[in-house]
């Protein structure tokens, strides 16, 4: 009986050792978080984990990254709205599906989706920035542009500023839609036994006589 008691009292001593011991532990952990310099350590810690989240940017398949760098470039000319060589501005480059990271502080990515020209439709485009169209004329003339996905080409082709010559056929286009405005417009259908005028409000005049 008093083997057993013993046994008892060993047992009680035994949980009171480690409840003892858990919380010298818990005091210790509680006073390690507490620290002034683990505060501080921490603090920076996600400090730096929201600074690369918030640089992270995922581009699918239907958009289109569109970069606006916010500092730490030259200015652009007077009168020029895209940016072609590192600017503070809107990018005339985007970018492509993928993965990417750009310093928060200096870039701002805009995610737009893709532009898409209907079957029974055409795509209007107006630049935004480019050549002034001459005297005289309303539309400025085709250059090599990729169907208006290269800003860039069509800027270092001396494309013209406002309404295009060139459409877009039905499809789908990865366009930088802070450099050309695309407005959607519904095919022309001409009936059978019907013939349609087109007059030409733009072009050379016609010869005298």
């Known amino acids: 009986m008093d083997t057993k008691k013993m046994k008892n009292k060993l047992f009680i001593a035994l949980i009171l050792m480690i409840a003892i011991s858990g919380t010298a532990q818990a005091q210790g952990i509680l006073d390690t978080v507490l620290n002034p310099v683990t ?7 996600i400090v730096v984990v929201l600074f690369i989240l918030s640089g992270i940017v ?8 569109i970069k606006t760098k916010k500092m730490f470039g030259a200015k652009m000319p007077q009168g020029q709205i895209i940016a072609r060589n590192g600017e503070i501005g809107i990018q005339a480059d985007t970018l492509m599906p ?12 805009e995610k737009e989706k893709v ?8 795509g209007v485009v107006e630049s935004v920035d480019g050549e002034p169209i001459p005297t005289g ?9 990729n169907n208006y996905q290269d800003a860039r080409a069509f800027l270092d082709n001396l494309g013209k500023k406002g309404p295009q010559v060139a459409i877009l056929r039905p499809g789908t286009y990865r366009i930088n839609i802070r450099a050309f405005i695309i407005r959607k417009k519904e095919v022309t259908k001409i009936d059978e036994e019907r013939l349609g005028v087109a007059i030409a409000m733009d072009g050379k005049p016609l010869p005298s006589g």
């Open 115 to 122: 532009t898409v020209v209907g079957e029974t439709e055409i």
């Open 58 to 65: 995922y581009i699918s398949r239907y958009e289109v990254g």
């Open 39 to 45: 505060i501080v350590l921490g603090f920076i810690v």
């Open 98 to 109: 993928g993965l990417y990271f750009f310093n928060p502080i200096t870039w701002k990515i």
């Open 137 to 145: 004329r309303l539309l400025g003339d085709a250059v090599e542009c």
